[in-house]
């Protein structure tokens, strides 16, 4: 069964730094794009950054700068970190791991969702 999860969210002062992690099943991890997304409610959902599996990266608007994506293949893990965070940044934090580069709505699969964790920024 493959497996997406996320940690590491939790409450940060705004300016403060977090990094998010997610595991992936290892049958996936290499051959897979992994990317970041985030939901806040009332806005769509947002492409945070996201990472292929030869090393390409893409960033939202509202992360380029702040935030950098890696991945470990070793420990079948990506990681998100979040620099200079602002209020508006809070929000659930998806990863998904998927064969359609950063095209997740067009994408038809297949791809994986984790649960998603939390990151609340405030003071």
């Known amino acids: 069964q493959v497996q997406v999860v996320e940690s590491g969210g939790g409450l940060v002062q705004p300016g403060g730094s977090l990094r998010l992690s997610c595991a992936a099943s290892?049958?996936?991890?290499?051959?897979?794009?992994m990317t970041w997304y985030r939901e806040a409610p009332g806005k769509p959902r947002e492409l945070v950054a996201g990472?292929?599996?030869?090393?390409?990266?893409k960033f939202g608007d509202s992360s380029k700068g702040r935030f950098t994506i890696s991945r470990d293949n070793a420990k079948n893990t990506v990681y998100l970190q979040m620099n200079s965070l602002k209020p508006e940044d809070t929000a659930l934090y998806l990863c998904?791991?998927?064969?359609?580069?950063?095209?997740?709505?067009?994408?038809?699969?297949?791809?994986?969702w984790g649960q998603g964790t939390h990151v609340t920024v405030s003071s």
């Open positions: 990472i292929t599996a030869g090393g390409s990266t």
């Open positions: 998904n791991a998927d064969t359609c580069p950063f095209d997740i709505d067009n994408c038809s699969g297949p791809y994986y």
């Open positions: 290892e049958s996936i991890f290499r051959i897979y794009t």
